[in-house]
């Protein structure tokens, strides 16, 4: 007989869904995932482009980015998957003194939560990424330890992995309810049936807030589009993720790198944001990022790009994720709004998702939950977002 009662829900098999249903499954948890597209990693994780960090300004993210990076920097050896791991490390450059005061403000807060990260000015930063233009550069920061992995490759073994701990996936199968008696969560509904549980999880990415009305909550996360895109592969010239803050018109900063396998993968944030659904490539974008990226870099002017796509950032209102039990539905955990980031902070996250259901929440897991609570005041902008 098929199984309908389980310890977990999760709803939304990416990249908070997939590690966090893992890391259950490995302490023993029976857990289903209930996904309304076609295969893990099809809303948002899919238009990734493989950046992990703990470069953050926020200290619970950089937290969970300094757990995340260790998973996948060990990957290889312990599971022996080849994600195409790369210790690269960020830069992020400064043109003027604006950017200067930020970066070097943020190191502060960066080095008290243990990240490995200097400030170099103009010529000692021109040796970490020669090809950057020397006109006008004042430095910046470098950070070794942060990376960057295939997406596409990183996601299939960690959804393989937590198939073989014996996590239940439905793909194609929406949840249309949660049923809750008396404050407290008792199953989820879908098109095919209903599913007995205790605890649900609510990982959706960009369509979290239609989640949380299931349970009759609002969640302040709506998504914003990005748009990205790749090259052809050329020989590697430069090792770092390249990150400029500096705002222009139509983006507030972009970045990008060179992939192991020779293509350069970049990305811009645009502003004003782009809110809603619509993913469809922009005849926008590529004029903007190339022009930003070439007078950066002037080496970049001799590639040709091969394709652009676009993904959705499901953004709150502070830039930082809401992670946390809800106080009004007994059994509905949160773990939304990880702002384009859940790539790199859905290992690191997962894992304190598991201990969270079972009790067993750290006192570093404890300052995380409290910096990201669903009930904080939100205000400001989290710095590196």
């Not at 195409?84 to 992020?92: A, H, L, Q, R």
């Not at 969640?219 to 400029?244: L, Q």
């Not at 040709?304 to 007994?330: C, F, H, K, N, Q």
């Not at 902070?345 to 894992?351: A, F, I, R, V």
Request: aromatic share 10%; charged share 20%; glycine share 12%.
């Amino acid at each position: 007989m098929p199984r309908s009662t389980y310890d977990v829900i999760v709803l939304g098999a990416g990249s908070v869904g997939v590690p966090a249903a893992w890391a259950m499954a490995e302490n023993g948890l029976s857990v289903l995932v209930l996904e309304p597209f076609a295969s893990a990693g099809q809303g948002s994780n899919k238009a990734a482009i493989g950046g992990i960090r703990a470069t953050h300004s926020d200290p619970a993210k950089i937290r969970l980015g300094l757990r995340s990076l260790e998973i996948a920097r060990t990957w290889k050896d312990t599971y022996g998957d080849d994600i195409e791991w790369t210790t690269g490390g960020y830069s992020f450059v400064a043109y003027s003194p604006r950017e200067e005061k930020t970066l070097k403000d943020l190191l502060v807060i960066q080095k008290r939560y243990g990240l490995d990260i200097e400030w170099y000015d103009r010529d000692a930063f021109l040796k970490i990424v020669p090809p950057l233009r020397p006109d006008g550069l004042i430095g910046g920061t470098f950070s070794p330890g942060d990376g960057h992995c295939s997406p596409l490759l990183f996601g299939h073994a960690l959804y393989e992995r937590a198939k073989g701990a014996g996590v239940e996936f439905h793909f194609g199968e929406a949840a249309t309810g949660v049923e809750v008696r008396d404050g407290r969560v008792q199953g989820v509904t879908t098109s095919k049936g209903r599913y007995e549980t205790r605890v649900v999880i609510n990982a959706a990415g960009a369509w979290a807030a239609d989640v949380g009305r299931l349970v009759g909550l609002e969640h302040p996360v709506r998504p914003d589009s990005h748009e990205g895109g790749i090259t052809e592969p050329v020989a590697p010239f430069f090792v770092p993720m390249v990150v400029d803050i500096a705002p222009a018109p139509g983006s507030a900063n972009y970045y990008f790198y060179q992939l192991a396998t020779g293509q350069v993968v970049f990305c811009i944030t645009p502003s004003p944001n782009l809110w809603g659904f619509d993913r469809r490539e922009t005849s926008a974008f590529l004029p903007m990022v190339a022009g930003r990226m070439v007078r950066l870099m002037p080496t970049l002017a001799n590639l040709r790009v091969r394709r652009t796509w676009r993904g959705l950032y499901p953004m709150t209102p502070d830039g930082s994720p809401i992670v946390g039990w809800a106080r009004e539905v007994d059994g509905y955990l949160m773990a939304i709004g990880l702002c384009g980031q859940g790539f790199m902070l859905g290992p690191g996250l997962g894992e304190l998702l598991a201990r969270a259901v079972q009790g067993e929440t750290t006192p570093e897991d404890d300052e995380i939950l409290e910096l990201l609570s669903p009930y904080r005041v939100f205000k400001g902008q989290e710095a590196l977002k």
